[in-house]
């Protein structure tokens, strides 16, 4: 994968993780909320292992 298609493909992702933790949080009372707070979390922790996995 060439580097500006794969940076975007992050940006994305990191995007949606955000976008996910803030609804979660809004709806941190029902369990439906609270999943989607840890889809935030694994969706955000998912670019941060590759790129480190990339890296070293």
Request: hydrophobic content about 55%; aromatic content about 14%; charged content about 10%.
């Amino acid at each position: 994968m060439n580097l500006p298609y794969e940076t975007n493909i992050i940006i994305a992702l990191c995007i949606v993780g955000f976008c996910l933790l803030g609804v979660g949080y809004s709806f941190r009372d029902r369990g439906w909320g609270l999943a989607l707070v840890w889809i935030g979390v694994i969706t955000m922790m998912g670019p941060i292992a590759y790129r480190l996995l990339v890296m070293f």
